[in-house]
């Protein structure tokens, strides 16, 4: 599977899995992690900034529901770093 699509699987695994997990327990908070990228569009980000819009379109779907059962849900923001500096 390629990494971007891994990315969008994988967040709506975990949420999905966060959400039964937390819905038992009695309440919690779901935070997601997405990118700058998906409001700048910067050169070369193509898929990288698809693949975070699809996480935070994914959020953006599940939080009407969470509401209704005590959950919430974050979605943290960062800067895309160039991967030769780490």
């Known amino acids: 599977m390629p990494v971007k699509m ?3 699987v994988g967040t709506f695994l975990c949420i999905k899995e966060a959400t039964n ?6 309440g919690g908070k779901i935070v997601t992690l997405s990118s700058s990228t998906t409001a700048s569009f910067k050169e070369k980000y193509g898929a ?5 819009a699809a996480v935070e379109a994914i959020k953006n ?3 009407r529901g969470l509401r209704v059962v005590g959950l919430l849900s974050m979605l943290l923001l960062q800067d895309p770093c160039d991967k030769d500096v780490l």
């Open 21 to 26: 997990i937390l819905v038992c327990g009695g």
């Open 48 to 52: 990288y900034t698809a693949s975070k």
């Open 61 to 63: 779907s599940w939080v």
């Open 6 to 8: 891994g990315s969008i």
